[in-house]
């Protein structure tokens, strides 16, 4: 279950003709994090990016004594021969967020994308209650992901229920692990199951990570042991994203 949250997992590549803005987005949400982070402790943010990205980003990204941040190369946790290398760059992206947190057995932890920007004080406990997540949910009607990672795990697909929205959010390496095993064939890695389905149904978005995540652990029924449930959640004074 969920003690605290103190870390992120931030999934970055840098573009070859935007190199400078995509640093400088970083930067920025390295600099809000450290305006807002109320803990005694340091914030725990892990960059993953390609090993080309590695000294331009280590070199480059602002440092503050409240935030710990690392940047570590894809290769650290996908073998050469992983079909991760073969994904588009967006799915590239939604696999670190589920892979490397679960690797880690990171617990509770933020994922984060570098055009997001803090804008409220938070601790490692804002976004814990009582052992649980004050995740961000969404309708799943209102994306269409939602009904084909439903095929994809071979489960009901309820238009009228929720699911954990998009980044930013918070999610359990747990369930992130759960949600990744449920899809290995006998000795055949996920990746290649997940790849398979894109170029199955090429032309659609087959899956997300919070799709893949919030689907595997209804399966398995474990959703709202680690996640508060959404009509509370659409409620409390207390959000992870606020459209104000």
């Given at each position: 279950?969920?003690?605290?949250?103190?870390?992120?997992?931030?999934?970055?590549?840098?573009?070859?003709?935007?190199?400078?803005?995509?640093?400088?987005?970083?930067?920025?949400?390295?600099?809000?994090?450290?305006?807002?982070?109320?803990?005694?402790?340091?914030?725990?943010?892990?960059?993953?990016?390609p090993a080309?990205?590695?000294?331009?980003?280590?070199?480059?990204?602002?440092?503050?004594?409240?935030?710990?941040?690392?940047?570590?190369?894809?290769?650290?946790?996908?073998?050469?021969?992983?079909?991760?290398?073969?994904?588009?760059?967006?799915?590239?992206?939604q696999v670190?967020?589920?892979?490397?947190?679960?690797?880690?057995?990171?617990?509770?932890?933020?994922?984060?994308?570098?055009?997001?920007?803090?804008?409220?004080?938070?601790?490692?406990?804002?976004?814990?209650?009582?052992?649980?997540?004050?995740?961000?949910?969404?309708?799943?009607?209102?994306?269409?992901?939602?009904?084909?990672?439903?095929?994809?795990?071979?489960?009901?697909?309820?238009?009228?229920?929720?699911?954990?929205?998009?980044?930013?959010?918070?999610?359990?390496?747990?369930?992130?692990?759960?949600?990744?095993?449920?899809?290995?064939?006998?000795?055949?890695?996920?990746?290649?199951?997940?790849?398979?389905?894109?170029?199955?149904?090429?032309?659609?978005?087959?899956?997300?990570?919070?799709?893949?995540?919030?689907?595997?652990?209804e399966i398995?029924?474990?959703?709202?042991?680690?996640?508060?449930?959404?009509?509370?959640?659409?409620?409390?004074?207390?959000?992870?994203?606020?459209?104000?």
């Amino acid at each position: 279950m969920f003690s605290e949250v103190r870390q992120a997992i931030l999934p970055m590549a840098l573009r070859q003709r935007k190199r400078r803005g995509d640093l400088e987005r970083a930067g920025l949400l390295i600099e809000s994090l450290s305006k807002h982070w109320r803990d005694a402790r340091p914030f725990q943010l892990l960059i993953v990016s390609p090993a080309n990205d590695l000294s331009e980003l280590r070199e480059g990204l602002p440092r503050f004594p409240n935030i710990d941040v690392s940047v570590r190369a894809e290769q650290d946790f996908f073998p050469a021969y992983s079909p991760f290398y073969l994904y588009p760059g967006w799915y590239r992206q939604q696999v670190v967020k589920l892979r490397v947190p679960a690797l880690l057995n990171f617990g509770g932890f933020l994922t984060l994308d570098s055009d997001v920007c803090c804008v409220g004080d938070f601790d490692a406990s804002t976004f814990v209650q009582d052992g649980r997540a004050l995740s961000r949910w969404e309708p799943k009607r209102h994306h269409g992901w939602w009904e084909q990672v439903a095929r994809t795990l071979r489960m009901p697909y309820d238009e009228g229920a929720h699911g954990l929205s998009v980044t930013p959010n918070i999610l359990h390496s747990d369930l992130a692990s759960q949600a990744l095993e449920h899809l290995r064939v006998g000795p055949i890695d996920p990746l290649w199951v997940l790849g398979w389905q894109m170029v199955r149904r090429f032309g659609r978005i087959v899956w997300t990570e919070y799709s893949l995540y919030t689907g595997v652990a209804e399966i398995a029924g474990n959703l709202f042991d680690y996640h508060v449930h959404w009509d509370p959640c659409y409620f409390q004074d207390t959000q992870l994203f606020s459209e104000h």
